[in-house]
């Protein structure tokens, strides 16, 4: 007996089962979820985890993007009208999507409207200034913007996060408190291991190419003592190249930090002059190929600063 599949079923009957089954094959984002746009992959990663099936999220800036410099591209203005919540850096590290959002046609994501957050609320900053470039080689004033690579920060992160969704999506307000709360206790039991993993490293200086490391080296009582680049873009004058490679020699600095998008050749030049090794971190998910969440991107970090210190840089 042959045996025919549903659809060709005739009539009204058969189209209605098509119907039927056609509507539960769509998946959830083309339906009903909240459409989300975060700035940097770091905050898309917290957000789907706080979201989980009730978001859809993408990130303006790509994996291994630059972010203080991205140069926005046009598809972004239609994104950002579809957006229904957008997350953002804050503290001018994103201040490019200042301009996106005023022609996006969504009054929902423009400064003050209810779909706009900014994770960086409630966070105590590091290197706040009264403005322009400092030593720190940050223009940002209102403090340095790499308050993710705080884990403990996560708790501010989330609050923001958790409050834009479910200011936009009321009944889902449980929902994401509750997805919150797992993604907390998550980090509670990892941070103990990682700073279990760096205490030998506790106080050693590091040389960092770019001022990325300040919350990073606080949680975890790490040293940075020293940046290469002075000045965003800037690659260091000789004299200046000069002067680290005599402290480095004086002070017995062994490990000199990079991020994969960074400039090697004076990293290179340093760490063959004084015998220093080099690890490569990431300051983003996506960086490198190890960071492909918040969680790895902690491991990844965790895992090559002490495979340099031991002699053995990944």
């Known amino acids: ?113 209810k779909g706009l957050v900014d994770a960086s609320g409630g966070i105590t900053l590091l290197e706040v200034k009264t403005g322009g470039f400092g030593g720190d080689g940050h223009a940002h004033g209102a403090g340095n913007p790499h308050y993710w690579l705080d884990p403990e920060n996560a708790v501010y992160i989330t609050a923001n996060i958790t409050g834009a969704l479910a200011r936009v999506d009321p009944a889902g307000s449980k929902f994401y408190e509750q997805k919150r709360n797992e993604f907390l206790a998550r980090l509670k039991t990892m941070i103990p291991v990682w700073q279990s993993k760096l205490a030998p490293l506790n106080g050693l200086p590091i040389v960092m190419y770019h001022n990325t490391w300040p919350y990073f080296g606080r949680r975890f009582r790490l040293n940075f003592a020293a940046s290469i680049e002075l000045k965003p873009g800037v690659p260091p004058s000789p004299s200046a190249l000069a002067s680290l490679l005599h402290r480095i020699r004086e002070e017995h600095i062994s490990v000199i930090v990079r991020e994969p998008q960074e400039p090697s050749r004076d990293v290179d030049f340093l760490a063959e002059k004084t015998g220093s090794r080099v690890a490569v971190m990431a300051a983003s998910i996506g960086d490198t190929d190890q960071a492909r969440d918040y969680f790895s991107l902690f491991d990844a970090n965790v895992a090559a600063l002490v495979a340099a210190f031991s002699g053995h840089p990944k």
């Open 1 to 113: 007996m042959e045996l025919k599949p549903f659809w060709r079923k005739s009539g009204r009957s058969g189209a209605r089962y098509l119907f039927v089954a056609l509507l539960m094959a769509l998946p959830l984002v083309g339906r009903c979820a909240l459409s989300v746009v975060t700035t940097t992959p770091d905050l898309r990663s917290i957000t789907e985890a706080i979201g989980g099936e009730r978001v859809h999220v993408t990130s303006l800036v790509p994996d291994a993007g630059d972010a203080e410099n991205y140069v926005p591209r046009p598809q972004d203005i239609e994104r950002l009208h579809q957006a229904q919540v957008v997350v953002r850096i804050g503290l001018d590290y994103d201040l490019w999507l200042d301009k996106l959002t005023s022609k996006a046609a969504n009054p929902a994501i423009v400064r003050g409207g």
